[in-house]
């Protein structure tokens, strides 16, 4: 248990440190909108072209792994939707937001450095192709959704373009492609530049990290709604289970592989959540309540899994 503390206390204290100084330091929201720039844009990319680049292009290619872990995040979108659906008597905008909280875990921030953490290196393409598909899924899915619900009242033809835009010029999606391109070709950067993404790829997970703690601590959480545990459930417990059972099932994964994806699908609600939230303005002081409350309970849970994982109590196969 003490190496299991030894992995996550640094993870989780970063947030800590992050949340300490979002509610003493005083300093306004918007402050944080360079950090945020330089994680999404600039970090998180260069780390995931950087190791990407580096790997054989037949690990890069596994496409009943994506399948899987995918439709696991939508059949937990779906199941969460539904608990939304009995709770908001019918809200399909509302419904939308509940189902993304129960799905869309805080892969960004959060997924990178937790993985590589417990993990080490191996976990680099299952954590890529998860954070990429993952996004895809959920960008198509938010939009989508609304304008079935009759928030978006934008025509469906734009409301498509749209869904494209997002998905083919997100950072994070635009790396992931460079770095697969670069492997296919056997590209390797000049000694400066890859000595610049080395510096920025150690940035990544801590300023992520910090930035996530001060983002929760600067958006007060709402009212508690009732449906709140039953997604937190979903999200924190179903979805990882649910996709360790699929990839079990199938069979035939590297067990680094299934390992990333039960971390990845355990962590808690994206703070994307509330940024959707307030995007639609649809619930959003209490997707505030799932950002925050789910952070809190994913110490005790996530904990629990990469204790589960390092002690080989899940049967990872292999």
Avoid at 5 to 22: E, R
Avoid at 219 to 234: D, K, N, Q, S, Y
Avoid at 289 to 298: K, N, Q, R, Y
Wanted: hydrophobic share 55%; net charge neutral; charged share 10%.
């Amino acid at each position: 248990m003490q190496d299991v503390i030894t992995l996550a206390f640094p993870f989780f204290g970063l947030i800590f440190l992050g949340f300490v100084s979002g509610k003493i330091g005083k300093l306004p929201e918007s402050g944080l909108a360079w950090m945020n720039f330089f994680i999404i844009y600039i970090a998180l990319p260069a780390l995931f072209f950087r190791l990407l680049s580096e790997t054989p292009i037949e690990q890069l290619t596994d496409l009943t792994f994506v399948s899987a872990t995918t439709f696991t995040t939508y059949t937990v979108f779906a199941i969460a939707f539904c608990i939304g659906v009995l709770a908001t008597r019918g809200s399909v905008p509302e419904s939308t937001i509940l189902g993304i909280a129960g799905a869309y875990s805080n892969i960004g921030y959060m997924g990178p450095g937790l993985t590589l953490a417990v993990l080490g290196p191996a976990a680099t393409v299952p954590t890529a192709l998860i954070l990429c598909f993952d996004n895809t899924l959920l960008f198509i899915l938010a939009p989508l959704m609304m304008a079935v619900g009759g928030t978006d009242k934008e025509p469906m033809r734009k409301t498509l373009t749209k869904i494209f835009w997002r998905v083919f010029t997100h950072p994070f999606i635009l790396a992931t492609i460079a770095g697969v391109g670069a492997a296919a070709i056997g590209f390797r950067p000049p000694e400066a530049i890859d000595t610049m993404l080395s510096i920025l790829s150690g940035a990544a997970a801590p300023c992520a990290l910090f930035a996530m703690g001060v983002g929760v601590a600067l958006r007060p959480a709402g009212r508690i709604p009732i449906e709140l545990p039953a997604v937190l459930v979903v999200k924190l417990i179903v979805h990882p289970v649910l996709v360790f059972l699929l990839l079990s099932w199938i069979g035939g994964f590297d067990p680094i592989w299934v390992a990333t994806a039960i971390l990845m699908a355990c962590l808690p609600p994206a703070t994307n959540v509330f940024v959707i939230a307030q995007q639609y303005s649809t619930y959003v002081q209490r997707a505030a309540s799932f950002v925050l409350i789910g952070t809190l309970a994913s110490v005790v849970t996530v904990t629990g899994f990469i204790w589960a994982i390092t002690n080989n109590v899940i049967p990872l196969g292999g």
